[in-house]
């Protein structure tokens, strides 16, 4: 530990890919970032005793539990990261804030926006540090992005056109697995993959004003599942149980500031693993980026000079991009797991100073608000307002 360096006593609930993913950015974020306040991985939370064991002593977790209520309980955890299916978020969120701990959750934040509205309400009544896990904002290419945008360089900005395209359940003999049971992800494709390109739209371009959406599951049926973990799982050919989740979800969006988008999210992409990407356009230039190259960064500035237009790419890799100086020499890339890496500076930095970073419990609300929005369009076939949905919510929060 180093001098002065405050130490916040982790309880991570879950020990799967995410729970691997959060364990990796834990373990190196004061070994990559000077950080006033130091994670210390305290205790790792699953059901399973032989599994959360194993994962305990392969993550380097000094402890485990197997129920969450206990590991809440603890005197010696500050922070509770929520890293279990979307079910299970608000009622363990809003339980470790009563008990006064610090919440980092995965997303979406909840299943419903009168849920997510719950959680928020909790945080803010208890004055704990809260944060949502939209990774994708703390690619270095995706910050700089920002900071073209805040500059002023793209201008006015006219479109995004945002896309999240998978392809691993296109076999229609994959089982019924957990992202693909409403009861405990709310919907499929939409708040699984769409969420991230909401937060980065919402990052990127500003707050949304109105959506109009279409949503379709094109396998019904699916082989009921024995076991599962991340995006892969195993199940039973002879029983079947049916999909009541959006196997893809596409919608239209204004924004407050004039700006407009296109979203697709889709687990039926052939080719596509990972597809995360966006292009802005403004009136002076363009961005885009791609999570499957996502060192690099295209712009395109209408100033440059006649005969030498076009977009070109910028390796975001030099000191000057956000948190790129803190890995390696220019060039030498950095991956998936950096962004959460990069996330925790943020989080370690609220929890130490006391503040919320964003993205965070009221970007996760604002979220789950759009993702409302979608659906009831998708219901109604009529375009939705922000405003409408957030009023029928009555929320509290300010735009
Ligand atoms: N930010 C991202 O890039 C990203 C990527 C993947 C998943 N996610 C989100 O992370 C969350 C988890 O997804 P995943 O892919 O890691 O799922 P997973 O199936 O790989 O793991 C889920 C874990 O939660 C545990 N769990 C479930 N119910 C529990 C309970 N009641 N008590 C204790 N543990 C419990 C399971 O045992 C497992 O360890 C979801 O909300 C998902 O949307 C975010």
Redesign the pocket.
């Given at each position: 530990m180093g001098v002065n360096q405050k130490q916040v006593r982790v309880g991570l609930?879950?020990?799967?890919?995410?729970?691997k993913?959060h364990s990796h950015a834990y373990r190196d974020v004061s070994f990559y970032f000077d950080t006033k306040a130091k994670p210390v991985l305290q205790a790792i939370?699953?059901?399973?005793e032989e599994?959360?064991k194993e994962?305990a002593a392969k993550m380097g977790w000094q402890s485990y539990e197997t129920?969450?209520r206990k590991l809440i309980a603890r005197d010696d955890i500050d922070l509770i990261d929520i890293?279990?299916?979307?079910n299970?978020?608000a009622e363990i969120a809003i339980a470790a804030a009563e008990a006064g701990k610090h919440v980092f959750c995965?997303?979406?934040l909840a299943m419903t926006l009168k849920q997510s509205q719950r959680m928020l309400e909790a945080v803010e009544k208890n004055g704990v540090v809260h944060m949502i896990?939209?990774?994708?904002r703390f690619a270095p290419a995706v910050q700089w992005a920002k900071k073209l945008i805040e500059s002023g360089r793209l201008g006015r900005i006219y479109h995004i056109r945002a896309t999240y395209l998978q392809d691993w359940i296109m076999d229609p003999g994959f089982p019924l697995?957990?992202?693909l049971s409403k009861e405990v992800?709310g919907s499929g494709a939409l708040?699984?993959l769409a969420a991230?390109s909401i937060d980065l739209a919402r990052f990127l371009v500003g707050e949304f004003k109105e959506v109009s959406g279409i949503m379709e599951t094109f396998i019904k049926e699916r082989p009921i599942v024995e076991d599962?973990?991340?995006?892969s799982g195993k199940g039973s050919s002879e029983h079947k149980g049916s999909v009541e989740v959006d196997d893809a979800s596409v919608f239209l969006a204004r924004f407050e500031n004039g700006a407009i988008g296109t979203f697709e999210a889709t687990r039926f992409a052939g080719g596509n693993r990972n597809g995360n990407r966006f292009e802005i356009n403004g009136e002076k230039g363009s961005v885009r980026w791609d999570m499957e190259n996502m060192n690099n960064l295209d712009v395109y500035f209408h100033d440059d000079e006649e005969g030498n237009q076009g977009f070109r790419t910028i390796n975001c890799t030099e000191e000057i991009h956000p948190y790129a100086g803190a890995y390696w020499p220019a060039a030498h890339i950095i991956g998936y797991e950096h962004t959460l890496t990069n996330l925790m500076v943020e989080l370690m930095d609220g929890i130490d100073k006391g503040y919320s970073p964003l993205p965070n419990f009221v970007d996760g609300v604002r979220n789950q608000a759009i993702l409302e929005a979608v659906q009831e369009s998708a219901l109604t076939k009529q375009w939705v307002s922000l405003a409408d949905v957030l009023e029928k919510a009555k929320t509290s929060v300010k735009s």
């Open positions: 609930i879950g020990y799967k890919f995410m729970g993913a939370c699953g059901r399973n599994g959360v994962a129920d969450w890293v279990t299916p979307n299970s978020h995965e997303k979406p896990n939209h990774n994708y697995v957990w992202r992800c708040g699984d991230h599962s973990s991340g995006l």
